[in-house]
C-alpha cells in the first residue's frame, strides 16, 4: 500500500460525458502529479500540482483540467470523453527526501 | 523527448541475471526506476541523482552515466517475484518543473 489513494477504482461512461477522478496524496506530500497508461502510448505524464498551484504540464488535452485542494486532494476533470480516453488514470505523490513518486492503485476508465 | 528502454522484453529462468537499459537525448538530471505487475500501479524500486547518489529499497542496482546519458538496470539472481514492466522515467531539470518522462516499459518475465 502507497498511501495514496484513489477513488472511483473503475468508471465506465459514455462518449461526451464528463467525469472526475479523485486523488488523495500521502500524509505530508505536497505534490500530486496525473498520469495516464493506455496500451499504446504507455505512461504518459500529464500534469503536476504542488501545495495547490499547477508546476508543470504534460501532454494534457484541453478537454482536461485538474486542481489541487487546500487539504491537498486532487481532481482530474474529463470532459467531452472520446473512445480513446479509455485508460489506466494514476495519481502519484513525490517523497520530500529523494523525489521518488509514490503511485496510487489507478482509476480504470471505459469509455464506450 | 521519451526515453528508450532496451530490450523491450527479456525471459530469464529463475536465478540468471538481466540488464535493462535506458538511454536519454537529452542531459539527465535525475533517473527513475519502477515496476508494475499486470493490472497494478508501478512500484518505486530505485532513483539516480546527477552526481552518483543511489537511492533504492531492493536488492536491485543501477548505473547512470551523465556523460552518455544512460542509466542500466542490474537484477541479479532473479527470483519469480521479479516478473513484471521496468520502466525508466527521466528528470530532466529539477526544481519547480520537476517532471518524470516514462520509457515504454521493459516486459521481464522469470519463470521456475
Known amino acids: 500500500d502507497s498511501g495514496v489513494t484513489q477513488t472511483p477504482k473503475h468508471l465506465i461512461t459514455a462518449t461526451g460525458q464528463r467525469v472526475t477522478l479523485r486523488c488523495s496524496p500521502r500524509s505530508g506530500d505536497l505534490s500530486v502529479y496525473w498520469y495516464q497508461q493506455s496500451l499504446d502510448q504507455g505512461l504518459q505524464f500529464l500534469i503536476h500540482?504542488?501545495?495547490?498551484?499547477?508546476?508543470a504540464k504534460g501532454n494534457i488535452l484541453e478537454r482536461f483540467s485538474a486542481q489541487q485542494f487546500p487539504d491537498l486532494h486532487s481532481e482530474l476533470n474529463l470532459s467531452s470523453l472520446e473512445l480513446g480516453d479509455s485508460a489506466l488514470y494514476f495519481c502519484?505523490?513525490?517523497?520530500?527526501?529523494?523525489?521518488?513518486?509514490?503511485f496510487g492503485p489507478g482509476t480504470r476508465l471505459t469509455v464506450l | 523527448q521519451q526515453p528508450v528502454q532496451s530490450p523491450q522484453a527479456v525471459i530469464l529462468r529463475e536465478g540468471e541475471d538481466a540488464v535493462i537499459n535506458c538511454s536519454s537525448s537529452k542531459a539527465l538530471y535525475s533517473v527513475h526506476w519502477y515496476r508494475q505487475k499486470h493490472g497494478e500501479a508501478p512500484v518505486f524500486l530505485m532513483i539516480l541523482l546527477k552526481g552518483g547518489e543511489q537511492k533504492g529499497h531492493e536488492k536491485i542496482s543501477a548505473s547512470f552515466n551523465e556523460k552518455k546519458q544512460q542509466s542500466s538496470l542490474y537484477l541479479t539472481a532473479s527470483q519469480l517475484s521479479y516478473s513484471g514492466t521496468y520502466f525508466c522515467?527521466?528528470?530532466?531539470?529539477?526544481?519547480?518543473?520537476?517532471?518524470?518522462?516514462f520509457g515504454k516499459g521493459t516486459l521481464l518475465t522469470v519463470n521456475p
Open positions: 522515467g527521466t528528470v530532466h531539470s529539477g526544481g519547480s518543473n520537476y517532471k518524470l518522462t
Open positions: 500540482y504542488y501545495n495547490g498551484e499547477e508546476r
Open positions: 502519484a505523490s513525490q517523497g520530500q527526501n529523494y523525489n521518488e513518486q509514490f
